[in-house]
């Protein structure tokens, strides 16, 4: 029902047209509001700090496809990956948390953002 909204300025980490109707028909309860730093669950508003914003659009760029931790980190995060980097899977996991927080009804059983094969998803 609901779908990304899209602005062309936005950057590649945004939300792209032809992913967002894809999204918006897979789930049809997660909205991308590229205008501001908004999105709708299952028609509830929610507004989002500029990188949950980001992370968002990234994955719902790639709805249904799994987003690697490597790929997150430097496409969402602008950082160069490192493995041993601990501190960075901990904040890459605090954002998911705390995004999960603010879009999912049950943070700790999300049905739209989930954990797979060492990365993310949006369903």
């Given at each position: 029902?609901?779908?990304?909204?899209l602005n062309e300025s936005?950057?590649a980490?945004?939300?792209?047209?032809?992913?967002?109707?894809?999204a918006?028909?897979?789930?049809?309860r997660?909205?991308?509001?590229?205008?501001?730093q908004?999105a709708?669950?299952d028609g509830?508003a929610?507004?989002?700090p500029e990188?949950?914003?980001?992370l968002?659009?990234?994955?719902?760029?790639?709805?249904g496809q799994?987003?690697?931790?490597?790929?997150?980190i430097?496409?969402?995060f602008r950082?160069t990956?490192?493995?041993?980097?601990h501190?960075q899977?901990?904040?890459l996991?605090?954002?998911?948390?705390?995004?999960?927080?603010?879009?999912?009804?049950?943070p700790?059983?999300?049905?739209h953002?989930?954990?797979e094969?060492?990365g993310?998803?949006?369903?």
């Amino acid at each position: 029902m609901a779908v990304a909204m899209l602005n062309e300025s936005l950057h590649a980490s945004s939300v792209s047209p032809e992913r967002a109707r894809v999204a918006g028909r897979r789930d049809g309860r997660v909205r991308v509001d590229a205008e501001g730093q908004r999105a709708g669950v299952d028609g509830t508003a929610v507004s989002l700090p500029e990188q949950a914003h980001r992370l968002l659009g990234y994955l719902a760029n790639r709805a249904g496809q799994v987003c690697s931790r490597r790929a997150i980190i430097e496409d969402v995060f602008r950082e160069t990956f490192d493995e041993q980097n601990h501190s960075q899977a901990a904040r890459l996991n605090t954002a998911i948390s705390r995004l999960r927080e603010r879009v999912e009804q049950d943070p700790q059983n999300p049905k739209h953002i989930m954990t797979e094969g060492g990365g993310y998803v949006l369903r």
